[in-house]
């Protein structure tokens, strides 16, 4: 039975390469994840302690920096060398062209004591004493820096100033290399740029002959609580456990779409192995005829399904390997860090191996179980060829109370709010249409195929009749496309609804001309004063806020604060000013206060000039209670708080000066805070939704070796259907049927097949966006389901373009033979 079963693989070549592929593809994808992952897990080992080469113990804070104060104590103490506070942050540099060099930039302080320093020097040398300034190499060869030249460097703490260039370093692929500048300042030139109080942590080196765990003890007596002493190889782990705690997330989204892939892939090879085994009904039932046993025949074909399987599984990890290595090269190309290289290790091999193995085999299971249930005896009538088998009504009513409670889990998770009914409504339907596919996959399709029966008459409805004839098969191969395409859809719908919800949020919220933000951090604190002063502006205003007592406090402008107010209850919107403010109408219903009270915030008194209503908040839950908020003047929420600091500063032009000079004044100040950015309305309206584009297009593309897959299956269906009606094609060609109306009946088929699983995906994927946008809605937020009828479109197009080069092969293998050869195939 062996040496017949690799025979028989060998005369079946092609139709096991058709069904092989699929298994390839799906591999592939793990395999490319599992190396490229491990390939980032290998280069996080190798970069921890990077910048820890000469450092034997280190201060860590717990919750406040750690004070200027405390690394003198820590020199101080008997058996330290050399001691350094050390913080990273943001920070930015203006170019040589007067204009902030692109990308998020790294600040960081650099030990001035040579015993601790640590980076790769380039040219020149570390920073001594402050003032003095090292970049990474990359940006002093772009914008043209030399060394002992000024370069302008500004933070959070205020307007550029100028440092001097003493050096580049080497900082590619470690944890500071994020696609932007490396700034390296002294450590307090750095605590300033970054306007932070104190540093991260304390380096310390200790001197010879001096034990790290006394040494530890020692510091620990000094620093006392609030902070932590680690040794040289707690420093270490903790480095490689960030490191790969991002990247185990990484791996597992990765994972996560790569498992939808072998999902799809499982899909088709069932079906592509039902199929090639109702071929062979006949000769299995000859085998059996001839004294093979079913136990046999069952063995046999599970063999040639685990040949098929671990030979597809070598080919996908092979494809793999190509995967990962352009997924390195796109990531590089990005200038995403990831350096590392590509880490092929046995058990990836392995577990690939017995993945696609085990797939397959679990795929075919079920159709090599049938295929030993004929008799023998049915090889001697025509009973041999399997007949097409309904769907039984306990599946049926299975589908149907499955689909329903999915279809009501998703409306129902609108109402609640609750995350997991989305997922759980989108899981159950799509399990619905795969129990109830053989009944709703044919109507579809007759459906669908009434407009082709009117343009194209008989060959469409030939077209037609093949594939309904089995309802099975044809639904398994559609179910396979509702997967992929289902999931694109609801990406896309869902990414369309949040960003018409932000755009409606900033149309509603933001009422002014021009928008100064900040980049990676808060705004520099001088910069709303100096917009301000210009003549040119009429409106600047800081976006700021903050909880006390329980109550959020919001800076307001008189000129603007009505944008966001949905009504009045009581007094005067217009009077809000200095010692006076506008409480919303749930905080004055809980604290009893009504207009013309004096209330105490944040220890101060105000009267209270209105009561209001607001939207919510614009993109994030409120920190308080909903309607817990009081909002004042921009002068006496910077006497509360003087030290906060907005992202925002909305800006508006002053009474008759055109948009365009007073763009010119903001520029004029923006351009000496390296760590902002000018934009109008629509820059930030871009700036926000942005992050939702990035992802959709990333996600798409990691979904479209799934429907490749499924479109895979589609090909492999009518390939094999097309052979399993060599006689009756003939038939028809002898009656009079072109080639052109044999190919276009295929391609036919073909399309209606993908066809009825796009539209079942695009609903499936709506129905899930439904449901998620009825999630964000309740729990805050103006959003609501948009359709993005062109993307949808799009989606049905490819996939009917798609069928038609997927038909093909299989039109071009019904028309090689000829007539009369056909007419006496078995």
Same mark, same amino acid.
């Given at each position: ?77 008997d ?14 540099v ?66 550029a ?29 750095a ?24 040494l ?93 399987g ?22 590089s ?8 290289g590509?880490?092929?290790?046995a ?63 998703l ?135 903050r ?29 809000l ?29 105000f ?17 308080v209670p ?10 006496d ?44 309305q ?14 959709l297009?990333?996600?798409?593309? @990691?979904?479209?070796? *799934? #429907?490749?897959? %499924? /479109? &895979? !299956? ?5 390939? $094999?259907? =097309? ?17 052109g109306?044999?190919?276009?009946? @295929?391609?036919?088929? *073909? #399309?209606?097949? %993908? /066809? &009825? !699983? ?5 609903? $499936?994927? =709506? ?32 996939? &009917? ?21 056909s007419?006496?195939?078995?």
């Amino acid at each position: 039975m062996i040496r017949l079963t690799l025979r028989m693989m060998r005369a079946d070549t092609l139709r096991l390469m058709l069904s092989s592929l699929a298994v390839v593809l799906g591999v592939a994808f793990v395999a490319g994840t599992l190396i490229f992952t491990d390939g980032m897990r290998q280069g996080a080992y190798d970069r921890a302690g990077t910048f820890d080469r000469h450092t034997d113990l280190a201060v860590y804070a717990e919750r406040t920096p750690i004070p200027p104060a405390l690394v003198e104590k820590v020199r101080a103490v008997d058996g330290v060398r050399a001691a350094d506070g050390e913080l990273t942050g943001t920070a930015g540099v203006v170019g040589s062209d007067g204009r902030p060099v692109l990308g998020f930039a790294v600040l960081a302080a650099i030990p001035t004591d040579p015993a601790l320093q640590s980076y790769d020097v380039v040219a020149g040398r570390l920073p001594q004493r402050p003032g003095e300034l090292v970049l990474d190499a990359p940006t002093v060869a772009e914008e043209g820096f030399t060394l002992g030249s000024p370069v302008n460097v500004g933070g959070s703490g205020g307007a550029a100033r100028p440092y001097t260039l003493v050096g580049t370093v080497d900082v590619a692929g470690t944890s500071r290399d994020v696609g932007g500048p490396f700034i390296g300042l002294a450590g307090p030139d750095a605590l300033a740029v970054a306007a932070e109080k104190g540093y991260g942590r304390i380096m310390v080196a200790a001197a010879p002959g001096v034990p790290a765990a006394e040494l530890a003890d020692r510091l620990a007596a000094v620093t006392g609580a609030g902070v932590t002493v680690k040794d040289r190889q707690e420093i270490l782990d903790a480095a490689v456990e960030d490191a790969v705690r991002d990247l185990e997330q990484f791996n597992l989204f990765l994972l996560t779409f790569a498992g939808i892939s072998v999902v799809v892939a499982g899909f088709v090879i069932a079906n592509t192995f039902a199929i090639m085994l109702a071929q062979r009904t006949r000769s299995t039932a000859l085998l059996r005829l001839v004294g093979a046993t079913r136990g046999q025949v069952f063995r046999a074909m599970l063999l040639e399904a685990a040949v098929t399987g671990l030979v597809a599984s070598a080919l996908g990890v092979a494809a793999g390997t190509g995967l990962a290595v352009g997924m390195d090269a796109l990531m590089s190309a990005f200038d995403v860090p990831v350096s590392g290289g590509l880490a092929v290790t046995a058990s990836t091999v392995l577990t690939c191996l017995l993945l696609g193995t085990a797939l397959t085999v679990g795929a075919a299971a079920v159709p090599a179980w049938r295929g030993t249930r004929i008799a023998p005896v049915a090889a001697l009538t025509d009973a041999a060829v399997q007949p097409t088998r309904r769907a039984g009504r306990v599946r049926l009513a299975a589908g149907a109370l499955v689909f329903g409670s999915g279809v009501a889990a998703l409306v129902a998770a609108g109402s609640s709010g609750q995350v997991p009914l989305v997922a759980a409504g989108g899981v159950l339907t799509f399990f619905g249409i795969v129990l109830f596919g053989p009944v709703l996959v044919p109507a579809l399709v007759r459906v669908l195929g009434w407009p082709a029966r009117r343009l194209f008459g008989a060959t469409a409805g030939l077209a037609v009749a093949n594939a309904v004839r089995n309802p099975r098969r044809i639904a398994a191969t559609a179910t396979a496309l509702v997967i992929g395409i289902g999931l694109v859809s609801a990406f896309v719908v869902g990414a369309r609804s949040v960003k018409t919800g932000i755009e409606r949020a900033v149309d509603q919220q933001i009422g002014v001309d021009f928008l100064v933000t900040g980049i990676g951090g808060g705004l520099p604190p001088d910069l709303a004063d100096e917009l301000a002063a210009r003549a040119e502006l009429g409106v600047v205003h800081e976006q700021r806020s903050r909880v006390s007592g329980g109550v959020e406090l919001r800076s307001a402008h008189p000129a603007l604060v009505g944008r966001t107010l949905t009504a009045v209850d009581a007094g005067d919107a217009g009077r809000l000013g200095p010692g006076r403010v506008l409480v919303h109408r749930e905080l004055a219903r809980a604290k009893g206060w009504a207009v013309g009270d004096t209330v105490t915030l944040a220890g101060r008194p105000f009267e209270v000039a209105a009561v209001v209503v607001a939207d919510g908040p614009l993109l994030a839950g409120s920190p308080v209670p909903a309607g817990h908020m009081v909002d004042v003047v921009d002068a006496d929420f910077t006497r509360l708080f003087p030290a906060e600091r907005g992202y925002l500063v909305e800006v508006d032009p002053a009474a008759g000066v055109p948009a365009e000079r007073a763009r010119g004044a903001v520029e004029s100040v923006v351009t000496r805070y390296p760590t902002v950015n000018l934009m109008d309305q629509a820059a930030y309206k871009k700036m926000l939704t942005g992050t939702v584009d990035m992802l959709l297009a990333f996600v798409t593309a @990691l979904l479209g070796l *799934a #429907v490749v897959i %499924a /479109l &895979v !299956g589609v090909a492999n269906t009518l390939s $094999l259907s =097309v052979v399993e009606r060599t006689r009756e094609n003939a038939v028809l060609r002898a009656v009079g049927l072109t080639r052109g109306r044999m190919r276009a009946m @295929l391609a036919v088929e *073909a #399309v209606l097949m %993908a /066809l &009825v !699983g796009a539209v079942l995906g695009v609903g $499936l994927g =709506v129905g899930v966006s439904a449901g998620a946008m009825a999630v964000v809605a309740r729990l805050g937020g103006d959003f609501a389901l948009v359709m993005p009828w062109g993307q949808l479109g799009l989606i049905l197009g490819v996939a &009917v373009l798609a069928a038609l080069a997927a038909s093909v092969l299989p039109a071009r293998r019904a028309l090689a033979r000829p007539v009369v050869e056909s007419l006496g195939a078995e």
